[in-house]
C-alpha cells in the first residue's frame, strides 16, 4: 500500500509563496499522473495542477502562470510551488498520484491547509 505525506502548507500574506511536498512511501514504477487538488470551505474540490509521467504539465486557469507542479522522482516526491498567492488560493490541497501498484489506483495525501491572508 502506498502513502502520500504531504507538508509545506501554512499561513502567508497576499504575495507571498509556499512549496507543498507529497512524498510517497514506496518507489512507484508505473504512474499514469499525479498532481495536485484544491477544497475551499463551501465549494467543491478543484484540479489545480497535474503532471503525466512524460512530464505534461496542466493547469487550472486561475493559477496558470503562479503555480508550478514539479517531481524529483529519486526521491518519489512531487511538488507544488506556489507563487504570487492571493486570498482566493486559500483552500486545503491534496496531492494524487493515479499509479500501478497492484493495480491501478488513485492514492491521496492527507492534505495540507494553505491560507492567504490579504
Known amino acids: 500500500q502506498v502513502q502520500l505525506v504531504e507538508s509545506g502548507g501554512g499561513l502567508v500574506q497576499a504575495g507571498g509563496s509556499l512549496r507543498l511536498s507529497c512524498a510517497a512511501s514506496?518507489?512507484?514504477?508505473?504512474?499514469?499522473?499525479m498532481g495536485w487538488y484544491r477544497q475551499a470551505p463551501g465549494k467543491q474540490r478543484e484540479l489545480v495542477a497535474t503532471m503525466t509521467s512524460s512530464g505534461s504539465t496542466n493547469y487550472a486557469d486561475s493559477v496558470k502562470g503562479r503555480f508550478t507542479i514539479s517531481r524529483d522522482n529519486a526521491k518519489n516526491t512531487v511538488y507544488l510551488q506556489m507563487n504570487s498567492l492571493k486570498p482566493e488560493d486559500t483552500a486545503v490541497y491534496y496531492c494524487?498520484?493515479?499509479?500501478?501498484?497492484?493495480?491501478?489506483?488513485?492514492?491521496w495525501g492527507q492534505g495540507t491547509q494553505v491560507t492567504v491572508s490579504s
Open positions: 494524487y498520484y493515479k499509479a500501478f501498484v497492484a493495480e491501478w489506483a488513485t492514492y
Open positions: 514506496a518507489t512507484i514504477f508505473k504512474i499514469n499522473t
